[in-house]
């Protein structure tokens, strides 16, 4: 039986029709998926009564989808069977996301999960390289991607982002806590006019069963709000929520999509 661990977004309902079977759905509290209601919400000082429910239900493998803002833990709140957890927790949440995530999986494959990836249950989500869009990315586009790319190598070990944008071989912003739209919307009055992409990719060494970054056609909007050219992201290290919306979006506003080998 498949536990969904369902955050914000409209990636689970995704999952959840790709499916032959209901998956048993739980969800942090106050981060809710689009057009799903959860089978049950939870707190993170809960975590350990979650896991022991997951148990009796005959869970075996158990899926993380949708975005979840970083909790804080309120000490008041902790029950007996997250206790035991919480000096694990309380450390993972001092590291960037990516040794957070890790700690999370951690505790789950130890409690007798199999932890598996959301294009596990659609492999659509990964599409192959290729550009799906009429206009196609130019010379300067593709060295800007090269670029774009070898930036987040180098920041790969600090655990910074997923994302950047680059124009004319010039880095104009790099994601970071707040995410891709806060960034691209951050670019909306940049003073250099307009040009240059967007490119997204997981982080180098990232475990790829959980985290693993996710554009779809609010990206593309943003993009296009942002003055940018084009979407660029890394084949098999960046999901695709509903690709042929994506190149409908993108065509509609004149931009390239390119799905790029690493």
């Known amino acids: 039986m498949l536990a969904l661990i369902a955050g914000q977004g409209r990636l689970p309902a995704v999952l959840v029709d790709a499916l032959a079977d209901l998956p048993y759905i739980a969800t942090p509290e106050g981060s809710d998926p689009d057009f799903l209601v959860p089978d049950r919400r939870f707190r993170i000082e809960h975590l350990g009564t979650l896991i022991n429910e997951l148990k009796a239900l005959g869970v075996t493998e158990v899926c993380f989808a949708g975005g979840v803002a970083?909790?804080?833990?309120?000490?008041?709140?902790?029950?007996?069977a997250t206790m035991p957890l919480m000096p694990r927790m309380a450390d993972a949440l001092?590291?960037?996301?990516?040794?957070?995530?890790?700690?999370?999986?951690?505790?789950?494959?130890?409690a007798g999960f199999t932890v598996r990836p959301a294009n596990a249950y659609s492999s659509a989500l990964l599409p192959v390289a290729g550009t799906f869009t009429t206009r196609r990315p130019d010379e300067q586009h593709k060295k800007d991607a090269a670029r774009a790319a070898e930036v987040?190598?180098?920041l790969g070990p600090l655990d910074v982002g997923q994302g950047c944008v680059v124009h004319q071989g010039q880095v104009?912003?790099?994601e970071g806590r707040f995410g891709t739209d806060w960034m691209l919307a951050s670019l909306q009055h940049r003073?250099?006019?307009?040009?240059?992409?967007?490119?997204?990719a997981a982080k180098?060494?990232?475990?790829?069963?959980i985290d693993l970054p996710l554009v779809g056609v609010g990206t593309i909007?943003?993009?296009s709000k942002a003055r940018l050219d084009g979407v660029v992201v890394e084949e098999d290290g960046v999901m695709v929520l509903d690709l042929a919306a994506v190149e409908r979006a993108a065509d509609e506003l004149g931009l390239f999509f390119q799905v790029r080998r690493p």
């Open 70 to 80: 970083r909790p804080s833990i309120d000490p008041a709140q902790i029950d007996a």
């Open 94 to 110: 001092q590291r960037g996301d990516d040794g957070a995530l890790r700690e999370l999986l951690a505790i789950f494959e130890e």
């Open 152 to 154: 987040l190598a180098a």
């Open 172 to 174: 104009l912003a790099i």
């Open 191 to 200: 003073p250099d006019g307009q040009g240059g992409l967007f490119y997204k």
């Open 204 to 209: 180098p060494g990232q475990d790829r069963r």
């Open 221 to 223: 909007a943003a993009a």
